[in-house]
């Protein structure tokens, strides 16, 4: 059908009214207005009509040829990915005499107001109202074509594969109950953790030889990582790990267990030493730990983390995160990923770890520190790393208050230190504040192991910084974590986190 031809102002000419293409108005809806009113109301005395299908009538004339539904329907359209039909009229009874009449000279003048072609809010204003829809919020209204970047930042924001980078001490834990007559053989304590001696050398073949055992992926680091990747679940592999393991069998079931964790595990692999493992001798409540580091302590920066496979890795995160035990393996390759993320704005974390890394490896964590940008550790690393950088005071907030001021090379982030201490308040520091966050409280009856809580929260405060949510969320996601750990054995999770 041909378009019906216009004024210059978008008004049907005075030839379709004559020809009977519109409806004549009549002399009342011709009369001008006796006195000043605001643009949009109806003349004085005038009852306002009701917003009907039959309103539209006037301004269907004005659309535009070959645009049904008014820039609203449009962007309606456009947001669905097709065309968007009219919402179907609502109708008093009684009202089909009324909508034969003409609308009123007032509301046509309305809705030319935006005028054809143009996307103004008078013009969508008073389609969406003469055609009976409810009018669209100011802030919903959108041009034509305009990208929706405001719906999608409600969206969960996609993460990208290996946007997390931990390196560690990779050990296979062995968890298995056992009976008394064990601990005696080997000298363990019910409830006790050691490093494996001479003596302990048989403990780990006739542990999975006369018991029933659960291998998990661990070492503290890797338990990090891996409750990471659980909290975020989607997409796999979102978190990358490096470490060194043995070519045994050990290490087979090692890279198993990783890859059922959904982590990106690339193992430096030699045959010097065996695989790192942890044997966890189960007696009722208790639980006797002895690890044998072997592998996990011979990891070469050269010869895995110089590679360009590798290294392209360590440059695709954008969150790094080091215990503090790998101090003692490779310093040198904390260093250059700690300069690495700081010379790129990333965030590089570190961990406490153990008292005995502040005393005795004091060296090479201060070198490391001015790259920190979040330091993890518990009540009682904090007291001995003050007592070793001298800072005179007892007062774990003060520790961290002075710990965050501690120099640092990126100064477009502010150190941020957190300080979990048990059942009692979590203390972070930030460059402005200190403040304390209460944990979850857990029944006692619940608790099962509390050995991987630590490792736990820090998973669960990185699954949520990869995010770049606020700081007080990450806490809440490490608490979360550490909930779920300390009420099964080993560091261990259900199928799916419950965190919302």
């Known amino acids: 059908m041909a378009a019906r031809p216009r004024s210059a102002r978008g008004r049907p000419p005075a030839e379709a009214r004559a020809a009977g293409a519109l409806p004549a108005l009549s002399a009342e809806q011709r ?21 009907r299908a039959g309103d539209g009538a006037c301004l269907q004339a004005l659309k ?65 109202e003469a055609s009976g829809a409810r009018r669209t919020p100011p802030r919903a209204k959108m041009a034509a074509g305009e990208p929706q970047a405001k719906k999608l930042k409600l969206e969960q924001k996609q993460l990208s594969e290996n946007v997390l980078f931990g390196m560690g ?57 891996k409750v990471a990747q659980w909290m975020i679940q989607s997409p796999y592999k979102a978190a990358t790990f490096f470490g060194c393991i043995g070519k045994d069998k050990f290490g087979e079931i090692l890279k198993k267990k990783a ?6 595990a690339h193992y430096y692999e030699q045959s010097e030493e065996p695989t790192g493992t942890c044997a966890a001798c189960i007696t009722s409540d208790n639980r006797s730990l002895v690890a044998n580091l072997a592998a996990a302590n011979c990891y070469k920066k050269e010869k895995h983390l110089d590679l360009e496979k590798n290294w392209k890795l360590v440059e695709k995160a954008k969150v790094y995160y080091i215990a503090g035990f790998f101090l003692t393996v490779s310093p ?24 005995f890394i502040s005393q005795f490896y004091k060296e090479p964590m201060m070198k490391v520190m001015p790259y920190v940008d979040v330091l993890f550790g518990n009540e009682t690393e904090a007291a001995t790393f003050a007592r070793e950088q001298g800072f005179e005071t007892e007062d774990i907030k003060e520790i961290a208050r002075k710990t965050q001021a501690l120099p640092k090379v990126n100064t477009k982030r502010q150190r941020i230190v957190v300080f979990t201490q048990g059942k009692d308040d979590t203390v972070m520091a930030t460059e ?20 991987g809580a630590g490792d736990a929260f820090v998973g669960g405060f990185l699954s949520q910084l990869v995010y770049d949510r606020p ?23 259900p199928e799916k986190p419950d965190f919302h």
Not at 177 to 200: S, T
Not at 332 to 348: G, H, R, T
Not at 473 to 489: D, L, N, P, Q, T
């Open 432 to 451: 402005n504040e200190v403040t304390t966050f209460p944990v979850l409280v857990s029944d006692q009856s619940e608790i099962v192991d509390t050995n």
């Open 64 to 128: 535009p040829p070959g645009r049904a539904g008014g820039p609203a329907a449009h962007r309606l359209a456009g947001a669905a990915g097709g065309t968007a039909s009219p919402p179907p009229p609502r109708q008093a009874p009684g009202a089909a005499a009324r909508l034969a009449a003409p609308a009123p000279r007032w509301l046509c003048r309305r809705g030319r107001r935006g005028g054809p072609g143009r996307a103004g809010p008078g013009l969508a204003g008073g389609r969406a």
């Open 332 to 355: 040198e390759a904390v260093l250059k990923v700690a300069a690495q993320a700081s010379a790129n704005n990333k965030i590089f974390s570190l961990n406490l770890s153990a008292p």
């Open 471 to 493: 700081v007080t969320e990450c806490i809440r996601a490490g608490h979360y974590a550490a909930s779920v750990i300390i009420k099964r054995s080993g560091c261990t999770f």
């Open 169 to 225: 001490n990779p050990l296979l834990d062995i968890c298995a109950v056992v009976d008394k007559d064990f601990l005696d053989k080997y000298g363990l304590k019910p409830n006790d953790q050691i490093l494996a001696e001479e003596k302990h050398k048989e403990l780990f073949e006739e542990l999975v030889k006369k018991f029933k055992v659960e291998y998990h992926a661990g070492g503290s680091t890797q338990n990090s990582v």
């Open 259 to 264: 890859e059922e964790a959904h982590v990106d």
């Open 31 to 51: 009369a001008p207005p006796r006195q000043p009113r605001r643009r949009g109301q109806p003349p004085a005395g005038a009852p306002r009509p009701r917003r």
